[in-house]
């Protein structure tokens, strides 16, 4: 049996993560030796507990057994060691060990001399999406996709969601690191996303073995690597206890780059990234934004003309626009000639500016870009 096969048995047993794996390796030499050490030796790397536990494991588990049931249900697995294995993920503290892959596996090759090939950011957010977030989302994304940038993200509802579809809709790549096995769709109200992630170059990843059930303890776990696979994090809408924050704290300790849209300051869902700009992520208001802070020259995404931004407004912005053709004015204004409530002009207003329809001016007062 081969030596990856036996990171395979080490990463069903619960009992060891990728700490403990690593001091196996380093007592052992390699996972087989480790597989196969007598219960004495095992207790002084993992102590005497952990040993009887896995002692009693081992003896009642095929390895070869399980391989030929991850093959069966068309996933494949890379061990730390392999070459595909995601470089970036790989210079995290303890990263996975094993990762179990549904879908191209390809995808996650990330080289090293390549930039481009290591265009992976993380798109992320709330599950209650305002309408505002939802087409932040799909309009970052897509910039995003054009540029060239595979997107990850968690496959939850709402920005998960979002941006995954996005990123299939515009032909791009999208890995969905999930808290659960690779065979279990969580939620199952995204299976149809699930299924056409598979089928358009691009795959689901976890650590956890197949069949595993999510936890309340595995979102976080999952978030990090989620921010251990991209070169940022970008959060496009989420309150201030958001999850999406925690995947932003592990790219922070990762030293990748966090970034955040601002919102209607109106919004509960605008606090999460209101709260990550005041801590340091860089704001964003278009793609071009994190274009520049890797220094990525766009050439594959399309250069759009404001007649172009103009021929896409929907007719809530066209009624702004013809209000604001002949003269800036000032939020109060165009509440009262809407008549719309100032939290829905608050949400279009921070739209227009992010498609780059207006800009706010010192003032307060809104004018149409030039």
């Not at 004015?329 to 949400?347: N, Q, W």
């Amino acid at each position: 049996m081969s030596e990856r096969n036996y990171w395979l048995g080490f990463s069903i047993f619960s009992g060891i993560g990728p700490m403990k794996f690593k001091k196996l390796l380093e007592r052992f030499g390699s996972a087989k030796d480790a597989w196969e050490a007598s219960k004495s030796d095992l207790e002084e790397v993992v102590g005497e507990k952990l040993a009887e536990r896995f002692n009693k494991f081992r003896n009642e588990f095929s390895i070869s057994d399980y391989a030929a049931k991850v093959q069966s249900k068309n996933v494949s697995f890379l061990t730390l060691e392999d070459k595909e294995y995601p470089s970036l993920l790989s210079q995290i503290k303890n990263p996975p060990f094993v990762l179990y892959v549904k879908g191209d596996k390809k995808i996650l090759k990330q080289v090293q001399d390549d930039s481009e090939n290591r265009r992976y950011i993380a798109v992320v957010g709330t599950r209650r999406t305002t309408q505002y977030g939802r087409e932040v989302t799909a309009l970052l994304t897509q910039e995003l996709v054009a540029a060239g940038f595979t997107i990850v993200s968690g496959l939850a509802i709402g920005v998960d969601a979002i941006s995954h579809k996005t990123a299939i809709e515009n032909s791009g790549k999208t890995i969905a690191v999930l808290g659960c096995g690779v065979d279990c769709c969580y939620p199952s109200a995204n299976q149809h996303i699930y299924n056409s992630i598979v089928k358009s170059s691009g795959c689901i990843l976890s650590e956890y073995p197949l069949g595993t059930r999510p936890t309340k303890g595995s979102f976080p776990s999952r978030n990090r690597i989620i921010a251990g696979l991209s070169i940022g994090v970008l959060v496009t809408e989420g309150a201030e206890d958001s999850g999406s924050l925690i995947t932003a704290d592990y790219a922070r300790k990762f030293g990748r780059p966090v970034f955040a849209v601002p919102g209607p300051i109106t919004s509960g869902m605008s606090k999460g990234p209101y709260k990550l700009i005041q801590r340091g992520a860089k704001l964003v208001t278009k793609a071009e934004d994190i274009l520049k802070e890797f220094k990525i020259q766009n050439s594959k995404g399309k250069i759009t003309t404001q007649n172009s931004k103009v021929n896409d407004a929907t007719k809530e912005e066209m009624e702004i626009l013809k209000l604001l053709q002949n003269e800036p004015l000032h939020f109060d204004e165009l509440v009262r000639r809407t008549r719309f409530d100032s939290s829905k002009i608050g949400a279009l207003l921070s739209l227009m500016e992010i498609k780059g329809l207006i800009k706010g001016l010192e003032s307060g007062q809104f004018s149409i870009t030039s």
